[in-house]
């Protein structure tokens, strides 16, 4: 099984910051690429922001510049700090791993329960 706990969501103001974690835990053996996506009310789930285990990052136009993901390979876990959060980026922030459990099993998606994201005066 697979574990993916998120935390650091909340309610901010606009121009203000919040940094949210996602820890993966259970049968990790190896980790393609973490990452989170958002979805507000009545719009698609999109992509905000993924790491691949080989360095590489990419984020979606809209938060470039204001967020950066990064990763602690050795807790498995990936953040998202958000800086300059504006009302268009309140969502439900989902995190997203690609993972293999064991190294015969290819690589599978998992995703976190989601955590709210509100910004607002």
């Known amino acids: 099984q697979v574990q993916l706990v998120e935390s650091g969501g909340g309610l901010v103001q606009p121009g203000g910051s919040l940094r949210l974690s996602c820890a993966a835990s259970?049968?990790?053996?190896?980790?393609?690429?973490m990452g989170w996506y958002r979805q507000a009310p009545g719009k698609e789930r999109e992509l905000v922001a993924v790491?691949?285990?080989?360095?590489?990052?990419n984020y979606a136009d809209s938060v470039k510049g204001r967020f950066t993901i990064s990763r602690a390979n050795a807790k498995n876990t990936v953040y998202l700090q958000m800086n300059s959060l504006k009302p268009e980026d309140t969502a439900v922030y989902y995190c997203?791993?690609?993972?293999?459990?064991?190294?015969?099993?290819?690589?599978?998606?998992?995703w976190g329960q989601g955590t709210q994201v509100t910004v607002s005066s």
């Open positions: 259970g049968s990790t053996f190896s980790i393609n690429s």
């Open positions: 997203n791993v690609e993972l293999s459990r064991t190294w015969y099993q290819p690589p599978a998606t998992y």
């Open positions: 790491s691949f285990s080989g360095g590489s990052t």
